[in-house]
């Protein structure tokens, strides 16, 4: 990975949503609506933040996912103008911007998908077909035409999208969808991206599957961390810290191969604040996330306890991708105190940088508590204690050498925690 990654920590942001764009493109004016984006840098700086992981801001159809010209920014979102105010303006605050790139498929009206329908025997090679000759889909969504992979216009396509981007200030790449594209192909297309941008980021959508071997086969940095995630809502929901300890000994063998992206919520799952069914977990899922390894990314609006269900219908995203107040001063009140508990453990986890690639095991654990104990190469330790029980949980655990760092509720005795609460303890520095 790139050495900068070692310390990054992503706001999450879908703009389309964000800034209150029309749902469809077709007939929508040129709005500079990434404009909006910038009064809320200094709110991603403040919240302990080191750059933008962006959705897709590309010329699409209507969400973004269905793009037509990689080479152009959705006029809903505005112009080349905007996205170099918008880079530079990050810069100053000396904040990264990663790029949603959607290279499994495209929409419909996508220039060369529409000269092979029109017979065009070169274009129609850039798609896949299955055997009856139609043109196949990315499960099952008629608007989203894939791509063939195995066609090398449409690797060198992809190639000079990624360095027109990087060019123009672009830290890294999200790869949409990447589960769904042959590993073999970001193995063909990486290295001539890498030549140009040394330093760059490129991490790839994994929701299930082998993510260790697809990293390593690829050749990306990073890959979604979707079992950590579930394991963390799930294992709070049902009161089971078994779940979780099991989770995060495949995120140790994960690590062997590739520093994974870890989240709690994203823009396409219901917000962490309405999947956990007792808000008061909702700082044991965070402490979680902050103290064990990986690159951890914030979906904007959960820093504020955002509210927001995903549904599998027409529109079902629209919940958990709302429109954006025009700055911070227009959010309610009652998100303050979430946003502050954020800044706490991001602020723990910049002072222990070395969690990044930390193994995590559980010293202790029953279905309601445990001790996750995160070490260093050079005898770093974090140890966090959960409780979910109705009841204080004193831990067996010899506590020599530890100091307690962060903690839902204060106690004389950091081995006692109280109910459905938690304490993070760290090495006593010499």
Known sequence: MPHWTDHAIWWQVYPLGFTGAPARAVGAPLRHRLRACEPWLDYAV???????LLGPIFAAETHGYDTVDFFRI????????DFDRLITAAADRGLRVVLDGVFNHVGRTFAKFIEAEAGDPAAARWFRRDATG??????GHHHLVALNHDEPAVADHVQRVMNHWLDRGAAGWRLDAAYAVPADFWARVLPGVRERHPQVWMVGEMIHGDY???????GLDS???????????SSLNDGNFYELAWALKRHND???AVTPLTFVGNHDVTRIATRLTDQRHLGHALAVLFTVAGIPSVYSGDEQAFQGTKQDRVGGDDEIRPVFPADPSGLAPYGWPTYRLHQRLIGLRRRNPWLVRARTTADHLTNHAVALRSDGDAGEKVLLLLNIGDEPYRFPIDLTGLRVAETATETVDPAVV?????????TIAD
Request: aromatic content about 14%.
């Open 46 to 52: 403040e919240l302990g933040c080191s750059g933008l």
């Open 74 to 81: 959705d006029p809903r979102l505005g112009d080349d103008d």
């Open 134 to 139: 139609e043109y196949q889909t990315f499960e």
């Open 212 to 218: 260790a071997g697809y990293a390593t086969a690829s």
């Open 223 to 233: 890959v979604t961390q979707y079992e950590l995630w579930k394991a963390l809502w």
């Open 254 to 256: 994960i690590l062997g």
């Open 418 to 426: 109280a109910p459905h609460s938690w304490t993070v303890l760290t």
